[in-house]
């Protein structure tokens, strides 16, 4: 039977979480908003268009739709601006080693992001190569917690979502994994919401619950997810 991994990108496999942010405070500075780093942290996971919503708050209305998508856009050429010292480098071997090992025991892989980005960094940090199948905020028109991308990315591989499992660091993601009828993995802060089907201390712990899962599998000729 075929298996499906799909990775959330930033935060899972790649960090740019601070790019991020200097690129919204750039933005925010601008328009006189006060933003900081904990604001930022409120952001993953959801959308560009999204986030600039939470960022405008009350001052939303002073702006037309076609505004704000020029200042979403503006806040993007500051991100990839900051995107282009992202490198090789910046992926562990860790992260490489446990992307090759999953493709060894068969498993087909998707990244299921909602930036627009994520085909840029994946280009930039030689990441393309190991994934089947990339659903992005491209594709979708809805973010995080719908499930949208995830089904995606599902679509793409050819599968089930219930032959698909998650691995992400957002509770919004979380959220959209189960909304989807996927297995849902959390790390980082995710972990903390307590809504994942199983957790991870770091990416370093997924081979083990893998080889755990599958066991469980052969055991009860259920699907390991």
Same mark, same amino acid.
């Given at each position: 039977?075929?298996?499906?991994?799909?990775?959330?990108?930033?935060?899972?496999l790649?960090?740019?979480?601070? +790019?991020?942010y200097?690129?919204?405070?750039?933005? /925010?500075?601008?328009?006189?908003?006060? !933003?900081?780093?904990? #604001?930022?942290?409120?952001?993953?996971?959801?959308s560009?268009?999204?986030s600039?919503?939470?960022?405008l708050?009350?001052? &939303?209305?002073?702006y037309? $739709?076609? $505004?704000?998508r020029?200042l979403?856009?503006?806040k993007?050429?500051?991100?990839r601006? !900051?995107?282009?010292?992202?490198?090789?480098?910046d992926?562990?071997?860790?992260?490489?080693?446990?992307?090759?090992?999953?493709?060894?025991?068969?498993?087909?892989?998707?990244?299921?992001?909602?930036?627009?980005? /994520?085909?840029?960094?994946?280009q930039?940090t030689?990441?393309?190569?190991?994934?089947d199948?990339?659903?992005?905020?491209?594709?979708?028109?809805?973010? =995080?917690?719908d499930?949208?991308?995830?089904l =995606?990315?599902?679509?793409?591989?050819?599968?089930?979502?219930?032959?698909?499992?998650?691995?992400?660091?957002?509770?919004?993601?979380?959220?959209?994994?189960?909304?989807?009828g996927?297995?849902?993995?959390? #790390?980082g802060?995710?972990?903390? /919401?307590? $809504? /994942?089907?199983?957790t991870?201390?770091?990416?370093?712990?997924?081979?083990a619950?893998?080889?755990?899962?599958?066991h &469980?599998?052969?055991?009860?000729?259920?699907s390991? +997810?």
């Open positions: 039977m075929k298996k499906g991994m799909i990775f959330d990108l930033d935060g899972v790649v960090f740019t979480d601070h +790019f991020h200097l690129a919204w405070k750039k933005l /925010a500075d601008r328009l006189n908003i006060e !933003f900081n780093e904990s #604001m930022n942290n409120q952001l993953r996971g959801i560009r268009q999204d600039l919503e939470l960022i708050k009350e001052r &939303s209305t002073d037309s $739709e076609a $505004e704000k020029k979403a856009e503006e993007n050429g500051y991100y601006e !900051f995107l282009q010292q992202m490198s090789p480098l992926v562990s071997d860790e992260v490489r080693n446990i992307l090759r090992w999953l493709k060894g025991r068969g498993y087909q892989l998707a990244v299921g992001s909602s930036s627009k980005n /994520a085909p840029f960094i994946l930039r030689q990441l393309s190569g190991y994934f199948a990339v659903a992005d905020g491209n594709h979708i028109t809805r973010s =995080k917690p499930p949208e991308v995830f =995606k990315a599902a679509e793409y591989l050819g599968l089930s979502p219930f032959d698909c499992a998650v691995v992400e660091d957002a509770r919004a993601g979380i959220q959209a994994a189960k909304a989807g996927m297995t849902a993995i959390a #790390m802060d995710a972990v903390g /919401a307590n $809504e /994942a089907d199983y991870l201390d770091s990416l370093s712990d997924l081979p619950l893998i080889t755990k899962m599958e &469980s599998f052969k055991t009860s000729m259920q390991p +997810f």
